[in-house]
């Protein structure tokens, strides 16, 4: 099984640390996109979008970072990352939801602004959009903080996919400066997920 990866990308971070924990092996095959290798026409015929993760089994290609998180821990057999029961599965499905629809999108707006824009060809920043991520984060950052203040872990009351998911968007909180300094819980929490293994091991700086 090979998965198609950038160390910098928030997005396959999160397919790979579900790999480690869950101890599946997976080939990690690079792709530069500093360097434009996602509009290569052999990746482009992988996925279409031109977008890492990409999950390889076989004849089968699977795309969206959730989406491979789930695959990965079905492949797997039972785990308590990624629980069988419907009603556990369901309230751990609803934070992977939540960081595809919600977090990483608001994450992405200061992501690109502070970060890529300056990786890719020195554009400043528009601080329109600036603006616009700092209130999408805002929120997004008070709803974890709120809910981390009662729970240690965000579904089931121990590490599943969802801390997973949520949490690797974090991995730029410094660079794009993200709103994250004054909620206590959601550091906390944040400091316990770079506790993990699998996540020194996806450090881009390794
Ligand atoms: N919804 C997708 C988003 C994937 C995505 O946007 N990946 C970024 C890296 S974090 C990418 O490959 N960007 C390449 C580009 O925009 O050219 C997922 O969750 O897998």
């Not at 080939?27 to 890492?52: I, M, Y």
């Not at 690109?112 to 997004?140: H, S």
Request: net charge neutral; proline share 7%; hydrophobic share 40%.
């Amino acid at each position: 099984m090979r998965l198609y990866h950038f160390p910098l990308s928030s997005n396959a971070r999160r397919a790979r640390m579900t790999a480690l924990q869950l101890g599946v092996p997976v080939e990690e095959v690079v792709v530069d996109l500093s360097k434009g290798q996602q509009r290569t026409p052999e990746f482009l015929a992988l996925n279409p979008a031109g977008r890492v993760p990409v999950l390889v089994d076989g004849d089968f290609v699977l795309t969206e970072s959730h989406a491979i998180m789930a695959y990965l821990a079905d492949l797997s057999g039972p785990t308590p990352l990624y629980p069988a029961e419907r009603k556990e599965r369901a309230d751990v499905n609803r934070w992977l939801f939540w960081s595809a629809h919600h977090f990483t999108p608001a994450v992405s707006v200061l992501n690109w602004e502070r970060l890529v824009k300056g990786l890719i060809g020195g554009q400043p920043a528009d601080p329109k959009e600036e603006e616009r991520g700092e209130r999408l984060v805002t929120e997004c950052a008070r709803l974890l903080d709120d809910h981390l203040a009662k729970n240690e872990w965000l579904a089931q009351g121990r590490l599943t996919l969802a801390d997973i998911a949520v949490a690797t968007p974090l991995m730029s909180t410094v660079p794009a400066r993200l709103p994250v300094d004054d909620r206590r819980h959601l550091r906390a929490w944040f400091g316990r997920i770079q506790e993990l293994e699998s996540w020194k091991k996806t450090n881009p700086a390794r």
